[in-house]
């Protein structure tokens, strides 16, 4: 991204505390379904000019409700005690500050209205909990206003079917409704960390545990950059304790599921729940995407794990670090030296191991084994954890960027991967602070000269909203200019630039085979079609 892009460290707040665990994707919820598929949209809606929803307006009511002898109209008022989850602030958080324009731009991937967006799978949750799935609009305005009108607590984007989604019943054969092309999308939940953090449990988080989330972004970004040549990836914060990428690069966008399931499953590496055993069982060498992940994962397993989280404190826990460990003598002298020292700290206890070891605890101690033990040690306490499951099918919804979380009135915020250390999930803002900020700039708090520029600014750009808002048009922008060449090259012959992975498996092949049989799996993973161009070309397979 540009330098002029990036996101502003957000000052900290104290996040609500909340024993309700909200599942980020609501695609299995017990909810009721509503289908509207009957829904028809006027042709008069198509060419409405009527710019009473404009997006992004300046605060208060719009030209046409104020008479020319009125006074200047007020901000928009929201009682000091309202609650982001109150239907009159949602309302105004569409009206006001959602960027329609720039999602529609996202998901239809051109400025001009196609089928990447008309037959786009919306779903949304209503303020009732219910829950309406195969909405489709044909243009950001028919989308906006019907969100408006709907006024839903959260929606979901869905995959682009082979039909308009409100059409699916009028077909003659089921099977004629497909989906054709949805984002690659990742889902990290700090949940699934509860067996190694210390700090926090379910759904609530801190700076100590967010750093596990800064972990896996910066492991998974750099592998679908790095190893599968992906380049217009966005990373979300869920609002709560987790986090999205979206891959919009075409190739990612028209996988099918196999293809998913094998990116799903190189990148997965933790296998097993919290009663399982040793959780990390990779070959040797190193596949170079693991040992690219250990590198990058060292110091916050020093840092993030050892001193903030303190693992092995406990003597149960410090149990499970000696389980891990290949030699009993070892484990045995380990245990008695812990035993003798209660208080000894998790960084004590990992140096001990080494320390014992030269020390000679264990007469038949096989060096190398214990070094790929604390290597596995490390990838399992630092390594990302994903929901695979979210990955692997097309027709997985997952929640929209930009939406408001309903159990924190967070907003969904993009997270600038280049600068993921200085992302604060605690001050990120609410929806209610937000609305706030609008009032803060009221021109009637400004001099002649101020207030008449207050009027030329969208209401986004009086929030703290701004930097997300414009880090997302930056990442459209650039998404758009890359699909235009896309299009240019449809019909012309693979060049030697396109991207070549040069050690990336399927999943039957992960971490395992670096054979030039391998390669050429791979190579029809990420470029279907394209083998015969690139058989004969040599690339190297690890170096």
Same mark, same amino acid.
């Given at each position: 991204m540009d330098q002029d892009s990036t996101l502003p460290d957000a000052p900290p707040t104290c996040l609500e505390d909340s024993d309700a665990e909200d599942k980020d994707d609501l695609s299995g919820s017990n909810v009721v379904v509503q289908d509207q598929s009957n829904a028809n949209v006027k042709l008069e809606d198509l060419f409405d000019e009527d710019d009473d929803d404009e997006e992004f307006p300046s605060s208060?009511? &719009?030209? *046409?409700?104020?008479?020319?002898?009125s006074p200047p109209p007020s901000p928009l008022q929201v009682a000091p005690s309202a609650k982001y989850s109150d239907p009159g602030v949602m309302k105004a958080f569409y009206q006001r500050l959602f960027p329609f324009r720039y999602l529609f731009q996202w998901l239809n991937h051109s400025m001009k209205p196609s089928n990447d967006f008309g037959h786009r799978e919306f779903a949304f949750t209503l303020q009732n909990d219910a829950y309406l799935r195969y909405q489709s609009f044909p243009t950001s305005d028919l989308l906006r206003k019907d969100i408006i009108r709907q006024n839903p607590s959260r929606f979901e984007i869905g995959p682009v079917y082979t039909t308009n989604p409100r059409d699916r019943k009028t077909l003659r054969k089921s099977s004629?409704?497909?989906?054709?092309?949805k984002e690659l999308v990742f889902d990290i939940d700090l949940t699934d960390y509860d067996e190694i953090r210390t700090c926090c449990d379910r759904a609530n988080i801190?700076?100590?545990?967010?750093?596990?989330? +800064?972990?896996?972004?910066?492991?998974v970004d750099v592998a679908l950059k790095d190893d599968f040549g992906f380049q217009h990836i966005m990373w979300v914060y869920s609002g709560r304790r987790g986090a999205h990428a979206w891959i919009s690069d075409k190739r990612a966008r028209n996988m099918d599921d196999q293809r998913r399931r094998s990116i799903a499953g190189y990148l997965e590496v933790i296998k097993g729940g919290a009663q399982s055993g040793k959780k990390v069982n990779v070959k040797r060498? %190193?596949?170079? $995407?693991?040992?690219?992940?250990? *590198?990058? %994962?060292?110091?916050?397993?020093?840092?993030?794990?050892?001193?903030?989280?303190?693992?092995?404190?406990q003597p149960e826990k410090a149990e499970r670090l000696l389980q891990l460990l290949p030699d009993k003598m070892l484990n045995d002298a380990l245990r008695k030296k812990w035993e003798a020292a209660p208080g000894r700290s998790s960084a004590s206890k990992w140096a001990d191991i080494d320390a014992l070891a030269k020390a000679g605890a264990s007469k038949n101690l096989d060096g190398k084994a214990l070094l790929e033990a604390k290597q596995d040690i490390v990838l399992e306490y630092t390594y990302p954890r994903l929901d695979v499951e979210v990955s692997k099918k097309q027709i997985h919804l997952l929640k929209s960027?930009?939406?408001?979380?309903?159990? +924190?009135?967070?907003?969904?915020?993009?997270?600038?991967?280049?600068?993921?250390? &200085?992302?604060?999930? %605690?001050?990120?803002? +609410?929806? +209610? *602070?937000?609305? $706030?900020?609008?009032?803060?700039?009221?021109?009637?708090n400004q001099d002649a000269e101020l207030e008449e520029e207050s009027k030329k600014l969208q209401d986004y750009e009086k929030t703290r909203l701004k930097p997300y808002v414009d880090y997302f048009r930056t990442h459209v922008g650039v998404l758009l200019r890359a699909e235009q060449g896309v299009r240019k090259r449809d019909n012309r012959s693979p060049s030697d630039e396109v991207a070549i992975v040069t050690h990336e498996q399927p999943a039957y092949l992960t971490h395992s085979d670096y054979s030039n049989a391998g390669a050429l799996l791979q190579l029809s993973t990420s470029f279907p079609g394209q083998e015969e161009h690139f058989k004969?070309? *040599?690339y190297d397979i690890i170096k």
């Open positions: 208060g009511v &719009s030209k *046409e409700d104020v008479p020319s002898s004629a409704f497909r989906p054709l092309a801190c700076h100590k545990c967010w750093s596990f989330i +800064t972990m896996a972004i910066k492991v060498p %190193l596949h170079p $995407h693991l040992a690219r992940s250990l *590198e990058i %994962l060292k110091e916050h397993f020093q840092n993030d794990v050892l001193v903030q989280q303190d693992p092995w404190a960027p930009f939406v408001v979380h309903p159990g +924190t009135g967070r907003v969904c915020v993009p997270i600038d991967s280049g600068r993921v250390e &200085s992302f604060d999930p %605690l001050g990120v803002p +609410t929806v +209610t *602070e937000l609305i $706030h900020e609008i009032d803060a700039w009221s021109p009637q004969d070309k *040599e």
